[in-house]
């Protein structure tokens, strides 16, 4: 005993010293579970972090773009935009545009740039840079030769003369595709951190931007210099330090910095028109709180660790003692081990590796079970392997072989039948282990033996009955499911998983799973009713609830089970099915739905609702039935419904009532009432037969103001079809009616107008600014009030003064538009009167006055060049006397033509008195105003005016200068017309 106490005492030693081996390795490698955590902690933060900011800056990067494209196409629909353009009138530009570039930049501070271009690349208008123009752009700025050259809109990041900036560019193109110039946008990269520092609080933000790029940041104070790249931030202290500690070409780090732990994220760019990177954002958060979560972990686990160490050390010290006292029990036990084999079921058996597998050790049991005496074995009267039944000697033989190639330590048979000394057989379980020498051959076998005969017998029993619990299930169309109560496993047969449509490897055998399938409105009901049952407070588990669907959809389920239960009274496990109930609670539903919708119609709708019987006699009615006859219920179900009407339709009433009893119906028969205050009411009544019954249903309504009102409104309605001017049209101009009097004044027919453009009435002499603001206001939902010049069916000028009101639909949408004109033609005529020179048709006298006053106004205000030309016909006296006061008139008009067709639409012309004319330029310098004057008298000369042979004009021109008044304009215009005419006539001349 000293002897095994002191082996078992360095067994002891060993155990300790692995145990604590053990103990560490657990401890160094949850250390690096911790690690690991912290650094799929900060990997999980970047993915979030990274992912948001990258949604977040293309869906701004997009609403960008968009905001700037709407406003380019609102700027290109002006006419006069559009003109300066292809002119490319800087000046003209520039006024108008000026008032529009300070709101943009109201709009957005970071708004750098708007530049238009010509249509050969050149600067035409920096409104940021106005001094700066002409410069070629196609040679430095591949992104606008992209557009001009694809003829496409472009956005994207480009460096320029003054930074970079991120640009959206569109081309001005006319009908057939051809460039007429472009114009871009450009807004600070310092934008995009702005607005996303604004969106997500607690990031700080910063931008590295090539230096090359840098022109217009350099005199910024928080500019800092890193490499090839200058930093761009609010908190410049904090990346100042930081960006010193980092790889740019890696997505993160983790840079502690005084204390404090910072996640910096690195892989998100803003890219050019190219889509190229062209800067790099830099993100920090503060994540110092990770640290501390990290210390307090690993200081909990030490402590921890070393509580559990000492723990185990004592609990195996005493472990040991008690082995020693149970060893020695099991020495004592293992003496009488053979003897209760002897008195069991269980067979200890032991074969020889040979053919026939002679037994060499048998316990006595088995004569209990199969009738041989142990001697028989030893004796080798009786070979083992004739006794195994032959339709089982193969296979029990195949396995002994494949244990043996495979040199398995132990195996188990599949049952086998042994033949017993009465010549019945036996099933038998046989565990076997190999026992090999030190050789390492396998020279016999030990196994046990059990007697399983009456095990097959129920299994085979439970087999059918499994079988035929199969072929009922599937035969009534419900879905099975078993559930281990103890491991929250449950089984979902395949006719359970096809109900709600999926695949037998797309559901988890687990409750969690069906939980989460439970429709959200139905889980604490559902659970309540399982729970209930559980608690044994119920018979069986019966509930109605919704799952989903793998398409999304919710299918309602009857399901129902019933638990087992253990000793304890607890659940183990709960059998069940479920039946698709979809269908039948869709029908209920909408049966609920009807009844609670004709209930509620019933009560509160404004139509009378009665029942009557066969004889017309009243059997209930709703509020509004007895409302317009004046009666209460009672008062009513004493009289008849034939008793109200008046005496002139008492015969057609029961005829009436007679067929609804044949056919079932009667719709929209009209009749007179009588009501308790004695009033003939006119009534329109529609009956119906209750199928199966003879009870009928009438619905009622009081008709007599409907009928007044009615006609009242057909007769207003006609006065202003016949006297107003309206027109309808959808959203996209399409008219859809139009009153008598417009198609009258038109000229158009009614048919023939509808589903006319709206466009196609438009006056080709129109201006196309006013339709632009016109539809600028409709299309907000404002009122729109002003004058139109339209066209007849003949095509004459018809002038309108026009309110278009937008219609809305019940949802308050713009669906259409409705016009209310006044024609005021006659006045337009006569203010065109007013205006013209009668002879000529050009501007008269007054008309030049007022229009000079007012261009001469807007060169005082906003310092903008201002030209006035003077034209003298020479010689016209002569005309007259040679030829006629009427040669002459038509001389005079024919003069008053060509200056028409060569001048601008912003200048104006008239007949300053005789035969002198005035041309009145805005927006025209010296050198513009000289051009223009020489071209009208090279064009007069040329031109003929037979029978005069050649006609030649004397033209004097004047230019304003700031400050000068409107009657020294006129006065040097005057002044070198008469310079010109002294001079010889036949010329230009400027003082």
């Given amino acids: 005993m000293i002897l095994m106490a002191i082996y078992y ?26 690690y690991g955590q912290q650094q799929k902690r900060v990997h999980a933060e970047y993915q979030n972090h990274s992912l948001q900011l990258q949604k977040f800056f293309a869906v701004e990067r997009e609403r960008l773009v968009d905001f700037y494209n709407a406003r380019i196409a609102g700027l290109f629909r002006s006419k006069a935009i559009i003109q300066a353009v292809i002119t490319e009138n800087r000046p003209l530009l520039r006024n108008l545009l000026e008032e529009r570039y300070r709101l943009l930049l109201r709009e957005n501070p970071f708004l750098t740039a708007m530049h238009f271009h010509s249509a050969r690349g050149a600067s035409l208008l920096r409104l940021h840079r106005p001094e700066m123009y002409g410069d070629n752009l196609l040679a430095v700025r591949p992104m606008i030769r992209q557009m001009q050259t694809g003829k496409k809109a472009l956005s994207g990041f480009e460096e320029g003369y003054f930074g970079i900036a991120f640009r959206i560019m569109q081309p001005l193109l006319d009908h057939q595709g051809k460039l007429l110039g472009s114009l871009e946008f450009g807004v600070d990269p310092e934008y995009f951190g702005k607005v996303a520092g604004d969106f997500f609080p607690g990031l700080d933000l910063a931008m590295l931007v090539p230096k090359s790029s840098l022109q217009l940041y350099l005199k910024k104070k928080e500019l800092r210099e890193y490499k090839e790249f200058f930093l761009l931030c609010k908190n410049t202290e904090l990346f100042t330090k930081g960006i010193g500690y980092l790889d740019l070409s890696r997505s993160y780090s983790v840079v502690s910095l005084e ?19 062209v800067i790099q954002m830099v993100m920090a958060r503060d994540v110092s709180q990770w640290d501390k979560d990290f210390a307090r972990e690993f200081i909990s686990l030490s402590i921890l660790s070393g509580l559990l160490f000492f723990l185990s050390l004592f609990i195996i010290n005493i472990g040991f003692n008690w082995y020693i006292s149970r060893l020695r029990q099991a020495i004592f036990d293992l003496e009488n081990l053979h003897s209760l084999f002897d008195e069991g079921d269980t067979i200890i058996i032991k074969w020889k590796n040979n053919s026939s597998w002679d037994v060499s050790f048998v316990t006595e049991n088995i004569k209990k079970v199969f009738g041989y005496s142990r001697q028989d074995f030893l004796s080798g009267r009786i070979s083992y392997s004739s006794l195994i039944n032959p339709n089982d000697l193969e296979r029990v033989a195949t396995e002994v072989k494949n244990a043996l190639q495979r040199r398995d330590s132990f195996f188990i048979h599949e049952p086998y039948r042994l033949r017993t000394a009465g010549g019945d057989y036996l099933w038998l379980h046989d565990s076997t282990r190999l026992l090999y020498n030190a050789r390492g051959e396998v020279e016999t076998f030990l196994g046990y033996l059990n007697n399983i005969s009456d095990l097959v017998k129920v299994r085979n029993e439970i087999q059918v009955a499994n079988e035929r619990f199969e072929l009922a299930v599937a035969g009534s169309n419900d879905g099975l499911w078993d559930w281990n109560v103890k491991t929250n496993e449950v089984y979902f047969s395949p006719r359970w998983k096809q109900m709600l449509g999926y695949q037998e490897q797309e559901i988890v055998d687990h409750l969690d799973f069906w939980s989460k399938l439970v429709h959200p409105d139905d889980h604490e009901g559902v659970m309540r009713v399982l729970n209930y049952h559980l608690e044994r407070k119920s018979d069986f588990y019966e509930s109605t609830h ?95 419904c034939i008793a109200m009407s008046a005496p002139e339709f008492k015969e057609r009433s029961r005829q009436i009532i007679q067929e609804v009893l044949e056919q079932g119906f009667v719709d929209q028969y009209e ?8 009033r003939r009411v006119l009534v329109t009544m529609s009956m119906a037969r209750l199928p199966g019954t003879e009870t009928i249903v009438v619905v009622a309504r009081d008709i007599t103001q409907s009928q007044r009102q009615q006609a009242e409104l057909r007769r207003y309605v006609e006065i202003v079809d016949k006297y107003v001017l309206t027109a309808s049209t959808d959203l996209h101009g399409t008219i859809r009616k139009v009153s008598s009097a417009f198609s009258r004044v038109t000229g158009y027919p009614i048919e023939e107008i509808v589903g006319f453009d709206f466009s196609r009435l438009r006056h080709p002499d129109a201006e196309g600014e006013t339709f632009s603001t016109l539809w600028g206001e409709i ?94 016909i020479d010689h016209f006296k002569s005309v007259n006397d040679t030829f006629g006061h009427q040669v002459g008139d038509q001389v005079l008009k024919s003069v008053a033509q060509i200056l028409s067709a060569y001048v601008r639409q912003i200048d104006a012309v ?71 005419k002294r001079s010889g006539r036949n010329q230009v001349a400027m003082l």
């Fill in 546 to 640: 919704r799952l989903l669907c793998k398409d999304g959809s919710y299918k309602w389920i009857l399901d129902r089970g019933k638990a087992t239960f253990n000793s304890e009274g607890k659940p183990v496990r709960v059998v069940g099915f479920h039946s698709d109930l979809t269908e039948k609670v869709l029908r209920e539903q909408r049966l609920r739905g009807a009844l609670d919708e004709l209930e509620a119609i019933f009560k509160t709708t404004r139509d009378g609702i009665a029942i009557l019987d066969k004889d017309s006699r009243f059997l209930d009615s709703n509020p509004a039935y007895l409302h317009f006859t004046g009666y209460s219920r009672d008062e009513l179900l004493q009289t008849s």
């Fill in 779 to 872: 299309l907000k939902g404002n009122v729109w009030h002003g004058e139109l010049k339209n066209r007849s069916k003949n095509g004459e000028a018809i002038w309108f003064e026009a309110d278009i009101v937008p219609g809305k639909n019940e949802v308050h949408e713009i669906s259409g538009y409705t016009a209310i004109y006044q024609d005021i033609t006659d006045k337009k005529y006569i203010e065109k009167i007013s205006i013209t020179d009668p002879l000529t048709q050009i501007y008269n006298r007054m008309k030049l006055d007022e229009v000079l006053h007012r261009e001469w106004d807007r060169a005082c205000r906003y310092d903008h060049h201002l030209a006035l030309l003077m034209i003298d």
């Fill in 671 to 678: 009749k007179v009432c009588i009501v308790k205050d004695g």
């Fill in 910 to 980: 008239g007949r300053w008195g005789g035969e002198e004319f005035v041309i009145i330029a805005p927006h025209t310098d010296v050198a513009g105003a000289l051009s223009l004057a020489e071209k009208i008298r090279h064009k007069i000369e040329e031109a003929s005016f037979e029978p005069v042979a050649n006609l030649t004009v004397s033209i004097g021109v004047g230019s304003y200068h700031q400050g000068e008044a409107i009657e020294e304009l006129i006065k040097k215009a005057d002044d070198s017309l008469y310079h010109a």
């Fill in 259 to 277: 204390g404090r732990t910072y996640l910096f994220l690195m892989d998100l760019y803003l890219k050019d028109y190219r889509n190229l990177n």
């Fill in 9 to 34: 005492q360095k067994i002891k030693r060993k155990v300790f010293l692995l145990f604590f081996g053990i103990y560490l390795l657990f401890y160094l490698l949850y250390l690096f579970y911790l």
